[in-house]
């Protein structure tokens, strides 16, 4: 590649990281802000970091939202991945069209109209059930898990693509009944893809502000929610303390599963060397 | 060997225990020879439930008319006398939209800022994909990760973050009143650039993404045959790599400008009152007005016009996803 070429792509990374990640940065900075006016600079200071901590509203709304993110991952992963997997490897099936039109669709389905359609959905499933009387919690995880199992199901498929279906022939050739080549061989490869999913899933949850919103009733807040309902007023420096928290979990998480991935492919590296050193002698 | 009955009788236990051991048979034996059904049937029912049911509840309420009741829309379908049903469907409200300038002005307008954000993340986005792809293999990894992290973090938040930056009082004005540029701030936030601003920042990885897997299967010999063979650069570029990459486009495309059409958080924290989008006033006719046949009626017409998109997206999606394709 010629020299003025590569500047050129090292430049657009440059500026393409730099939009990405300042505002970021901003955020984390002002955190430590003393000043109430939060761009403007006060001197040091973790005051914002007291008033967040001390909050009770704050603390509800984040187990509210921790609990409604596990369940979610949890049933989003089961349901994502038994959509993936008949998806992949049952082949045509009856109404497979309109089944995958379903699992694609919520993917950029807007959120104003996924929240909506739920919240009516359980209006008139309250009165012609009886069930939800109450909108909250339940009817919030429900709305999640129809959301992000459609994110599963795709991390699924595209994981099963990848995986060839040799290894599920040999073992059925090898006599395995259907459901135990599905416990013994499909599902151990799929786990790293649930987890991914899994994760996807639980992030997903901990960001919705639309579609919670819609279907949340009196007294159910959300994290997001509660932020949005202190941010419309403006800036709130307690808030870029807890973007800061945030942003800080997910370095500290990205990085520790990179470390981890890097040190597996390091050790596989090693292992065909070995492999090879071996078979050359 | 089969239990004899008098001495399941006798303990009862070992009866308990039989009975559980023959009904796991059963299941067992049912999953066995049905596993298929029910692997498909579990989220096919869900989704048939909660995601295709409320889209007709959504188009039933949108015919309906509002009352000052609980729920505040007339029954579509009555019990009249007998079992007759009498089915009272009310276009007034679609007639509403059409008739009301705003809402045709908030539509065209939705589609607007959707559309030229979709250009400006694709202008933004493709210098950025190739030059991962470009990329030395252990950078690529790691800028790849740098592209995927923001979707960790909270969208909210990021959206946040350019209030900070753009405000009267913002990092921008302050910089520039500091230099002394300009002596009184500039308006920047709560205008259309703003919200355009916002939706370039929270959408590009997903433009970006698409791109990159798709330029990562391409072909490096093409390119370099073109080049052997004379052509310049550029010709390249615009013979070989860019209509092999019109997939990566056309599925980064649509992902950001199906959402984007119908975005909420960013208009409303970035354009405030000035910029009118169609999310904002579904949400708003739901939340403020509380007339629900009314954001039924705007959530059915914002459908309307993006079921093309959104059946492209999935065409594409599902050739992507065929079976088999990687073997």
Redesign the interface.
């Known amino acids: 590649m010629n020299p003025k070429r590569s500047t050129f792509l090292f430049s657009v990374l440059c500026f393409g990281m730099a939009f990405l990640y300042v505002p970021m940065a901003l955020l984390v900075l002002y955190s430590f802000n003393h000043s109430k006016l939060v761009p403007v600079w006060g001197g040091f200071s973790l005051r914002w970091y007291k008033t967040l901590f001390t909050s009770e509203e704050v603390w509800n709304a984040l187990t509210l939202s921790l609990q409604v993110a596990v369940v979610n991952a949890t049933f989003a992963t089961l349901l994502g991945t038994l959509a993936g997997l008949a998806l992949v490897r049952f082949g045509r099936f009856r109404g497979r069209t309109l089944f995958t039109g379903m699992i694609s669709a919520p993917l950029v389905m807007p959120e104003v109209i996924t929240g909506l359609s739920l919240l009516l959905l359980f209006i008139t499933m309250n009165e012609l059930l009886g069930w939800p009387s109450s909108r909250g919690v339940t009817t919030i995880t429900i709305a999640h898990i129809t959301f992000s199992m459609a994110y599963v199901a795709v991390i699924i498929q595209s994981r099963l693509s990848g995986v060839a279906q040799d290894l599920e022939e040999a073992a059925q050739d090898l006599g395995g009944k259907p459901l135990r080549v599905m416990f013994d061989i499909t599902l151990p490869l799929l786990a790293p893809g649930m987890l991914a999913g899994w994760l996807l899933a639980f992030t997903l949850s901990l960001d919705d502000l639309v579609i919670a919103s819609f279907v949340s009733g009196p007294g159910a807040n959300t994290l997001p929610m509660l932020i949005y309902s202190r941010v419309r007023l403006g800036l709130r420096p307690d808030i870029n303390a807890l973007a800061t928290i945030i942003i800080m979990t997910v370095a500290i998480g990205v990085a520790l599963a990179g470390y981890l991935l890097m040190r597996q492919r390091k050790q596989i590296d090693r292992d065909r060397q070995m492999a090879a050193a071996g078979a050359a002698t | 060997m089969p239990p004899r009955p008098d001495t399941a009788g006798l303990f009862p236990r070992a009866g308990a225990a039989q009975a559980w051991h023959n009904w796991r048979r059963h299941f067992?034996d049912f999953?066995?020879t049905h596993?298929?059904e029910l692997?498909?049937a579990?989220?096919?029912l869900?989704?048939?439930v909660?995601?295709?049911?409320?889209?007709f509840?959504?188009l039933k309420?949108s015919l309906a008319e509002s009352l000052i009741a609980s729920?505040p829309f007339s029954p579509l379908i009555e019990w009249a006398e007998g079992e007759a049903l009498r089915i009272r469907i009310i276009f007034d409200n679609f007639a509403w939209l059409l008739e009301d300038e705003l809402y045709v002005q908030t539509y065209l307008n939705s589609l607007k800022i959707s559309t030229v954000s979709t250009v400006l993340c694709l202008l933004?986005g493709y210098?950025?994909a190739?030059?991962?792809v470009?990329?030395p293999p252990g950078a690529r990894h790691?800028?790849l990760?740098?592209?995927i992290?923001?979707?960790?973090?909270?969208?909210?938040?990021?959206v946040?973050?350019?209030?900070?930056?753009l405000?009267d009082?913002?990092?921008i004005n302050?910089f520039l009143m500091w230099t002394g540029v300009i002596d009184q701030p500039v308006r920047l936030l709560y205008s259309e650039f703003a919200v355009y601003l916002g939706i370039v920042?929270s959408y590009?990885?997903f433009m970006i993404l698409p791109l990159y897997a798709n330029m990562e299967k391409l072909d490096a010999t093409l390119r370099e045959a073109a080049s052997d063979l004379g052509a310049h650069?550029a010709t390249t570029f615009f013979t070989v790599t860019l209509p092999l990459t019109v997939p990566g486009i056309v599925a980064g495309a649509?992902?950001v400008f199906?959402?984007a059409?119908?975005?909420?958080?960013i208009p409303?924290?970035l354009g405030g009152g000035n910029v009118l989008m169609i999310?904002k006033v579904?949400?708003g006719e739901?939340?403020a007005n509380h007339d629900?046949p009314v954001?039924?009626a705007v959530?059915i017409a914002?459908?309307v016009v993006?079921v093309a998109p959104?059946m492209l997206?999935?065409h594409f999606?599902?050739r992507e996803?065929e079976?088999?394709?990687?073997?």
């Open positions: 067992s999953a066995q596993w298929r692997t498909i579990v989220p096919y869900w989704l048939l909660f995601f295709l049911v409320p889209f509840i959504v309420i729920p933004i210098p950025i190739y030059a991962i470009r990329a790691i800028l990760l740098l592209i992290l923001p979707f960790w973090t909270s969208f909210l938040l990021r946040y973050a350019w209030i900070g930056i405000a009082r913002g990092t302050n920042y590009l990885p650069p649509l992902l199906i959402p059409t119908g975005e909420f958080v409303d924290l999310g579904l949400y739901f939340n629900w954001a039924a959530a914002l459908l993006l959104m997206y999935q999606q599902s996803m079976p088999g394709k990687w073997r």
